[in-house]
């Protein structure tokens, strides 16, 4: 499966963008997805997770509240909306596909990644 990240962007603080993440090839497998993000100098970070199913979701505690996962299963899309945006959530964005069950935060749990998206915000 290849994954395909976009709508990253520039936005001010407060601001708001929506991620998209496309799998292709066999499709998004029936266990979980996640977002992961990398800051500048900064170690890949967990953002948030999903079953495929949406009955479980995961976020890390500083876009709790901010940030919503969400999916279309007839577009094969996996999403993350973004919202009141601060210049601490600048990163490359990565989408990931686990091939087991479980929202984990664990980036070495991730089977399958696709390339990242930027994402800046401005103060």
């Known amino acids: 499966v290849q994954l395909q990240a976009s709508g990253g962007g520039s936005v001010q603080a407060g601001g708001s963008l929506r991620l998209s993440c496309v799998a292709s090839?066999?499709?998004f497998s029936w266990n979980a997805q996640g977002w992961f993000r990398q800051a500048p100098g900064k170690d890949r970070?967990?953002?948030?997770?999903?079953?495929?199913?949406?009955?479980?979701?995961n976020y890390a505690d500083s876009v709790k509240g901010r940030f919503t996962i969400s999916r279309d299963h007839a577009k094969n899309t996996v999403y993350l909306q973004m919202n009141s945006l601060k210049p601490e959530d600048t990163a490359v964005y990565y989408c990931?596909?686990?091939?087991?069950?479980?929202?984990?935060?664990?980036?070495?749990?991730?089977?399958?990644w696709g390339q990242g998206t930027q994402v800046t915000v401005s103060s």
């Open positions: 090839g066999r499709g």
């Open positions: 990931a596909e686990r091939q087991r069950m479980g929202v984990t935060p664990r980036e070495e749990d991730y089977d399958y």
């Open positions: 970070e967990f953002v948030a997770a999903s079953t495929w199913s949406g009955g479980d979701t």
